[in-house]
């Protein structure tokens, strides 16, 4: 045998030896049971602080919704729709729509803006609030006043627990005046979009255990010390934003004014399908975006991605989302 004969024979059980292993393990695998599927792994708590003077603002996440994008925005080609989110790295074959409910403790009161989803199943991706709360402390008994923006179901349904009785026990309600006056009229229910005519009946049974315990409040007026009403109908008819204020410093939950800050913010001439009158719901955007631009006042935003607060700039025809410095204080 020639010295190249051998080595060549060398190699060759070498490399059958690499291979047996992994014959073996080929084998192994069509053999062994397939592998659990790796368990869901929750986000951290989604709760975040900041102060407003004295008053301690808390925003608490209530999870996301996927819809389809096509339809969304209802005077705008989906390509142009789609080329804004892009600009912002969002999806373009969905939208993410992203739920936050402010909290606001004065000291005295313990507030909170709307009120979420409501209880939903274990597998939705909405209706997070109630453990986000008890990650952040918040008891829903010691919630002493709920103020609503307007009756859309993600922002009522909230109001009720699973067993259907006040979420809130001992809170009083506020509710705008103008919402309150469309929504429990049925009488309105055919000059309603039709889309929206379910918040009739939805909006009465989720308001039902409070009835005792409603306050109407008027455009401009104040809700208690340092929560002032601001009207911004168009969203619904009663749209309503809040002006919080201690001293020098202020802030304003602006409820649905726009849906994701990315798009409806940089476009505010885009009209939303969720809108009951799109052409007053884009005046009062603007007037509002205009104000906190202005201003500078700090905002939280119910559609806004998490956690929701920061600023808006003026942006040629539109306006930029500048989200706050995050702080590991308060």
Not at 152 to 173: K, R, S
Request: glycine fraction near 8%; charge should be neutral.
């Amino acid at each position: 045998m020639t010295d190249t004969t051998s080595r060549r024979l060398a190699l060759g059980g070498f490399a059958a030896g690499l291979a047996a292993p992994a014959l073996l393990r080929s084998a192994a695998a069509q053999t062994a049971p397939a592998a659990p599927a790796p368990a869901q792994v929750s986000q951290a708590p989604g709760f975040y602080r900041f102060k407003v003077g004295s008053f301690t603002v808390t925003t608490v996440h209530d999870g996301f919704f996927v819809r389809p994008l096509e339809g969304f925005i209802r005077n705008a080609p989906l390509a142009e729709v789609q080329k804004v989110l892009a600009e912002s790295f969002l999806p373009t074959d969905s939208f993410r729509i992203p739920f936050t409910v402010t909290f606001l403790d004065t000291g005295s009161r313990l507030v909170v803006f709307d009120s979420g989803n409501g209880v939903l199943p274990a597998t939705a991706t909405q209706g997070k609030m109630i453990q986000n709360m008890a990650a952040a402390g918040i008891d829903p008994a010691k919630v002493d006043l709920v103020v609503m923006s307007h009756f859309h179901g993600d922002h009522v349904n909230g109001l009720l627990n699973g067993a259907g009785a006040a979420a809130f026990p001992n809170a009083e309600v506020v509710v705008p005046a103008a919402e309150w006056a469309w929504w429990s009229d049925t009488g309105n229910e055919t000059r309603s979009p039709e889309g929206q005519r379910g918040n009739f009946a939805n909006s009465a049974r989720r308001f039902a255990p409070y009835q005792s315990k409603i306050r109407q409040v008027a455009a401009g007026a104040e809700v208690i010390p340092g929560i002032q009403a601001v009207a911004a109908h168009g969203h619904t008819p009663g749209h309503t934003c809040y002006l919080i204020a201690d001293g020098s410093a202020q802030a304003m939950f602006v409820a649905d004014t726009s849906n994701r800050p990315e798009l409806l913010a940089r476009r505010p001439e885009f009209h939303a399908i969720f809108d009951f009158d799109a052409q007053m719901a884009e005046a009062a955007r603007r007037k509002i975006y205009d104000q906190v631009a202005a201003d500078r006042i700090r905002i939280t935003g119910y559609h806004f991605p998490f956690p929701a607060n920061g600023y808006l700039a003026k942006d040629g025809n539109g306006y930029r989302f500048v989200p706050a410095e995050w702080s590991s204080s308060v």
